[in-house]
């Protein structure tokens, strides 16, 4: 956008200016204005895709598993824990 004015500055103020100028930039600013709407939707439509995902998802966090909830019962991961420790109860060891 602002190069769009800078170039309707430079028309109106300059009685000189350098034959396909005008006509050169006006181009590049309306190119980059095109190419900034073309990257505005599709960051948006990324953003969209991501947020409907993301709700779709939520309901299914609650039921997932995390890691302390893997070592609240230690008994069924074959752990041994506090009072049933190798140290209250070495191993008995058995002859040939």
Do not use: K
């Not at 170039?7 to 930039?25: R, S």
């Not at 953003?47 to 939520?58: G, I, N």
């Not at 909830?69 to 230690?74: H, I, N, P, T």
């Amino acid at each position: 956008m602002f190069l769009v004015l800078y170039v309707l500055a430079i028309w109106l103020v300059h009685d000189e200016v350098a034959e396909g100028w005008t006509t050169t930039t006006s181009l590049l600013a309306f190119w980059m204005s095109a190419q900034l709407a073309a990257t505005s939707v599709v960051c948006l439509g990324i953003s969209r895709a991501l947020d409907t995902q993301e709700r779709a998802r939520m309901p299914r966090l609650i039921e997932e598993t995390t890691v302390s909830d893997l070592f609240s019962l230690s008994g069924v991961l074959n752990v041994e824990n506090g009072a049933d420790s190798a140290a209250a109860h070495p191993p008995e060891v058995q002859g040939r």
